[in-house]
């Protein structure tokens, strides 16, 4: 494999937009072929990641869709699914595209939006990536999902809602540094504590918003990267999945997917936990945290609850944790998400994310979780 | 040789009232149908065994901001049931107080009509 290198960003404000996710799509790759300072005509390939557009906007086929809208309509495309850690699994095959020497340059991204649609429709659409026959016929919602983990995580470990509330309160303080962010105020504990229950025990505060945005990267070649003005390597990107129904998996209180990605990532990387300066990490609920920062090897099973109560994953803290704001401020647009953490840890690594930059960071971790802790793609990246 | 139980059989067979599981006939490993390979052993020769239904919840939930098509039911509780005989599975809690759920209540399987769809529940052990 050759070495690859992210070498341009770009990422829409995030929030409620009027726009279709083709022309989404088309702002942030135009913003990130521009970082890059590339010409449009070296990209190769698009890799193109949405969710629920199918259902949403009525539109499939949504790859030529946004190359025609971005005005590389001869570029060849592809659509990526891996529910909410769709634009992370692409990603990766950008990755091994350019890797593998098939391509020198590839714009990978994705799109999503859903305010467009009522809330209960949204819910809806959000469900049917958990099964349809044995999950979404019983009513359950992924707010509902995560309640199911968060219990068992309370019960095994004795994390408590207090501790979920610290997550949410660092990353809506993280947010509010993050002009793209959707949510840009600070909150507080006793805010998420009297905040509206959702899905019990997860209240409103512990939930990541709905989200319309899109974010893109360009990846390129070694010999083309290091042509470039301010390069971050791609040290690893591994994917690894999970039973898909929750019956069948063995602890609810661990992200085994999670776990088995982090570990491929560190080993293809020559890397462990204890070298990662930089973490954008799936907070689509608290708890998704908290067993996040347990599962890629951060801290031990069990205590992800007691660091976010300490202030360890906060900027200034050991080890920062979604300084962008996360999915919980940041907003979170399905199939852009896993793109929009990448561009962070770019930026992040890049010096770039004044005012929330963690001072010297050289090791960056992405972490992106799909459906029901289905999916789970961890990538690694380095300044040098 | 390996008997496949379809969705459409475990779910004719609960809207009858009985749970099917599937055992595996090298390992022995425990599981919800339909699966073609075992997970653990990689062999293909599954037995369906009957679940006799009875467990406790080992996670719940109250869903108060419920999917479109479900408001009139909300709120309602949906958990995750440990089976006596090792497996998991998702229902629909009902005939059950909202306020007296908690992880380790013992349940029972009863199976739950939707227009044609049977939905996995559990009541009172
Ligand atoms: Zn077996």
């Known amino acids: 494999m050759r070495r690859v290198a992210v070498i341009g960003v770009g990422v829409t404000k995030f929030g409620k937009h009027e726009r279709t996710c083709a022309e989404l799509f088309a702002e942030a790759a135009a913003d990130a072929i521009q970082d890059a300072g590339v010409s449009p005509r070296t990209i190769q390939a698009i890799y193109f990641g949405n969710v629920v557009g199918g259902e949403g906007e009525r539109q499939l086929h949504m790859g030529p869709q946004a190359g025609s809208v971005l005005g590389l309509p001869a570029v060849p495309t592809t659509r990526f699914e891996t529910a909410c850690a769709t634009s992370h699994s692409a990603f990766r095959h950008a990755v091994m595209e350019v890797g593998a020497g098939i391509s020198d340059v590839v714009l990978v991204g994705g799109a999503e ?5 009522p809330t209960d429709v949204a819910t809806e659409y959000f469900a049917f990536a958990s099964d349809a ?17 968060a219990r068992a995580h309370m019960t095994k470990h004795g994390t408590t809602e207090e501790q979920m ?21 600070e909150i507080t504990i006793e805010d998420v504590l009297a905040s509206a229950k959702v899905a019990d025990p997860l209240k409103l505060y512990d939930c990541c918003p709905f989200t319309d945005g899109a974010a893109a990267l360009v990846v390129a070649a070694v010999d083309v990267a290091r042509k470039s003005r301010n390069p971050i390597w791609v040290l690893s990107s591994a994917a690894a999945s999970d039973s898909m129904c929750l019956h069948d998996k063995k602890d609810l209180s661990r992200a085994l997917a999670t776990e088995r990605a982090a570990q491929a990532a560190y080993r293809q990387a020559g890397r462990g936990p204890e070298d990662v300066d930089v973490v954008e990490l799936h907070d689509c609920f608290t708890i998704a945290e908290i067993v996040a920062t347990e599962g890629l090897g951060f801290f031990e099973p069990g205590t992800g609850g007691i660091a976010a109560e300490k202030g360890w994953t906060s900027l200034g803290g050991k080890l920062p944790v979604n300084p962008s704001g996360g999915l ?16 962070e840890i770019v930026t992040q690594l890049r010096g770039e994310a004044d005012p929330r930059q963690v001072d010297g960071a ?18 690694l990246f380095g300044s040098e | 040789m390996s008997k496949v139980i379809t969705l459409k059989a475990f779910f004719e067979e609960a809207r009858a009232g009985r749970l099917t599981g599937i055992r595996c006939g090298r390992c022995g490993e425990l599981a919800i149908p339909p699966k073609e390979f075992c997970p653990a052993c990689h062999e293909r020769a599954w037995e369906p ?7 406790a919840i080992a996670s719940f939930t109250v869903i108060r901001i419920p999917p479109r098509g479900r408001a009139a039911d909300s709120p309602y509780a949906v958990a995750l049931v440990r089976l006596d005989e090792g497996v998991s599975l998702l229902g629909r809690i009902v005939d059950i107080p909202l306020d007296a759920l908690k992880v380790g209540l013992p349940v029972r399987f009863r199976p739950l009509l939707q227009q044609d769809q049977t939905v996995v529940g559990f009541g009172p052990a």
């Open chain 2, 49 to 55: 065994v009957p679940l006799v239904g009875h467990g």
């Open chain 1, 165 to 185: 509330a610290h997550v949410a309160v660092k990353n809506h303080r993280h947010g509010a540094l993050n002009p793209k962010a959707q949510f840009q105020k």
């Open chain 1, 113 to 117: 939006r859903v305010l467009n649609l």
């Open chain 1, 328 to 343: 919980k401020a940041k907003g979170h647009p399905i199939g852009a998400t896993g793109a929009a953490q990448i561009a």
């Open chain 1, 133 to 149: 026959v044995f999950e979404q016929s019983t009513g359950i919602t992924f707010p509902g999902v995560f309640a199911l983990i």
């Open chain 1, 362 to 379: 050289r090791v960056g971790l992405a972490h992106t979780l799909g459906g029901n802790a289905a999916t789970v793609l961890v990538s």
